[in-house]
T-cell receptor, first 112, second 114 residues
């Protein structure tokens, strides 16, 4: 069953704009991760935020986590055409490679 | 370092047949997980192997099974295929001693059941 639910399901923006995706989950978590998938290929890990963290940055990515609301957001700044992909949040209540529970993803399209 | 390798890339089978998919993890990674991705159900965890032992299992019927070899390579098997088994099957490797809690995914095997 899906734990995470991303919002919106699809997002289309102009190159150079910022893109924000949200994720909600249902149970307590150990950490939350964001992955990117290009055209039905494998997933690429973007960033991990632990349950005791509120915000994390990596390059053009900014992730926030609100455990009281069971939600997270992923911000991609200064978007590029190469950012066109599907983005998934994934949660685990354990650690390591305990089965991740993925949301259904946000499909992001960057218009040149 | 080579990434996670999955073979074959595409597979077409008919209902009732069985299929075996293969995954070679990144060198040194002893944990291998399998996920099923479908348009309707999204990404779902199948199972995880570490040092040849299944450590975690998702909510899938017994027709789905897997194993891991001493060189950490893993196979998953689906018996008595059903139309609903058509999916992208993704393998991911993980290094528990690497300090980073992230999975490295292969490109997947696209299984079509006719």
């Amino acid at each position: 069953s899906q734990q995470g639910e991303e919002d919106p399901q699809a997002l289309s923006i102009q190159e150079g704009e910022n893109a924000t995706m949200n994720c909600s989950y249902k149970t307590s978590i150990n950490n939350l991760q964001w992955y990117r998938q290009n055209s039905g290929r494998g997933l690429v890990h973007l960033i991990l935020i632990r349950s005791n963290e509120r915000e994390k940055h990596s390059g053009r990515l900014r992730v926030t986590l609100d455990t009281s609301k069971k939600s997270s957001s992923l911000l991609i700044t200064a978007s590029r055409a190469a950012d066109t992909a599907s983005y998934f949040c994934a949660t685990t209540s354990g650690g390591g490679a305990d089965g991740l529970t993925f949301g259904k993803g946000t499909h992001l399209i960057i218009q040149p | 370092k080579a990434g996670v390798t999955q073979t074959p890339r595409y597979l077409i089978k008919t209902r009732g047949q069985q299929v075996t998919l293969s995954c070679s993890p990144i060198s040194g990674h002893r944990s291998v997980s399998w996920y099923q991705q479908t348009p309707g159900q999204g990404l779902q965890f199948l199972f995880e192997y570490f040092s040849e032992t299944q450590r975690n299992k998702g909510n899938f019927p017994g027709r789905f099974s897997g194993r891991q070899f001493s060189n950490s390579r893993s196979e998953m098997n689906v018996s008595t295929l059903e139309l609903g088994d058509s999916a992208l099957y993704l393998c991911a490797s993980f290094n528990p001693t690497g300090g980073e809690e992230k999975l490295f995914f292969g490109s997947g095997t696209q299984l079509s059941v006719l």
